[in-house]
């Protein structure tokens, strides 16, 4: 009984080392104050999404752990925990949502998708990654009312989707 007491702890605090989707909402709950019309910081939310992408592009070739572990062909946890793509969401949704024609973060955002979807082969991820480019290209043909904003943007679009489509395979995990 001790053994197992001591493999574990209890705290009224979660940690980034314990819970990556909570250092990810903090980064991005940043992001947001700095996008919110009050503050109008991109520098700081672009400084976030950099951070995001370090985050992801750690986790992007890494296998995590299914959710129902088992030992010996009998199930023996159910493990709540997240996803890649939930993760990819968590990151990019809200920042996105609050980029409305903000140039700046769009096209860091197509960057950083760029980046993370080299890291992996995985057809799931790398299906989620494409879903989030092609919302950040919705938005932006909504928002980005400067024709010269706007063919810049379609430039970096059309280089990040031909990247998505040539990127090699480097391993990385199946789902």
């Not at 493999?7 to 080392?17: C, G, I």
């Amino acid at each position: 009984m001790v053994e197992l007491q001591e493999a574990f702890s209890l705290s009224r605090y979660r940690t980034v080392e314990q819970d990556a989707a909570f250092g990810i909402r903090q980064l991005e709950d940043i992001a947001l104050k700095a996008l919110s019309p009050g503050i109008n910081d991109t520098t700081t939310a672009v400084t976030c999404v950099d951070y995001l992408t370090m985050i992801l592009a750690r986790l992007a070739p890494q296998q995590i752990p299914a959710s129902h572990r088992y030992e010996d062909g009998a199930l023996r946890v159910i493990a709540n925990g997240p996803s890649f793509q939930s993760l990819l969401s968590d990151a990019f949704d809200q920042i996105r949502e609050n980029a409305k024609g903000n140039l700046g973060i769009m096209l860091r955002m197509l960057v950083s998708l760029q980046t993370i979807a080299s890291l992996t082969a995985s057809p799931g991820r790398r299906k989620s990654i494409c879903e989030q480019v092609e919302c950040i290209a919705e938005l932006a043909g909504r928002t980005i009312e400067s024709p010269h904003d706007r063919a810049r943007f379609e430039r970096r679009l059309a280089q990040v989707r031909e990247a998505l489509k040539t990127l090699p395979a480097q391993g990385g995990v199946s789902s």
